[in-house]
């Protein structure tokens, strides 16, 4: 078990062998780094640019307490990413900016403490939990296999999408999602009695149940949007529906509005 610790930014290349190995540095700029295998730790205090950080197997530990820009985060190996051997991951970033961040296997959690900007936030395998605190703009979460946990504080805003399950899955695992409001943005649920619940308005948003017995719930008005419910027997709950299109699909659905239709 190595240990490293910087007082200022790391650069170049790390390659950390077996054991739980520990790298803490300031920041990151132009860094490849590499965990190896069992419960490896990185963190850093400030930013990461323009770097690779790859935890690989075990249950690993990465911090970025500041922005992580133009990089690449791994939870397990690239080469394996369905490895059983790869652990539950931990993964925090203050804030995403043209990023990607991949849990790989086992029971992740990606959590961005601010927004995340034309990023790819990506689950893996197992059952993960993807968190935005900010906004999610002009990205994409993928939930990925197993029952997945999507929350979004903010909104999703500039075409952003999130797919609970891969396209065409049809694993019927139960996946949720929780945002704070939509302003042009795309939600898919794929298969598997889905929970969506948005706490204000969905502007300009589309919402996609997919397969089996969905749940939507949108606390606000649902204003040039659009919901389908799919297969099964959905539920869809909205308070004000404004020139919008809402169809509960096959089987018997339960459509309700509780204010305006217009």
Known sequence: ADTVMLGGSLGGTIYMSDGADSVAAEDARDASLLGGTENDSFNFSGAVRDSSLVGGFGADTVGVTGFLRGSTIFGGSPAAGGSALDG??????????????YGNSGADSILVGGSATASTLVGGSDNDLVSVAGDLSAGEILGG???????????????????LDAS?????????????????????????ADSFNISS????????GGAQNDLVTIGGSLSSGLVEGGD??????????IKSTVTGGADADLVSASGVVS
């Open 232 to 241: 099964g027997a959905d539920t869809i709950n909205v308070a004000d529906l």
């Open 168 to 192: 065409g899955s049809t694993e019927e695992a139960a996946d949720s999602i929780t945002i704070g409001n939509i302003s042009s943005g795309v939600v898919y649920g794929e298969s598997g």
């Open 88 to 101: 539950s991951d931990t993964i925090s970033v203050g804030s995403a900016s043209a990023s990607a961040i």
């Open 201 to 208: 308005d969905a502007r300009k948003g589309s919402i996609y």
């Open 145 to 163: 296999s197993g029952v997945d946990s999507v929350i979004i504080t903010g909104s999703l805003l500039g075409a952003a999408t999130v797919r």
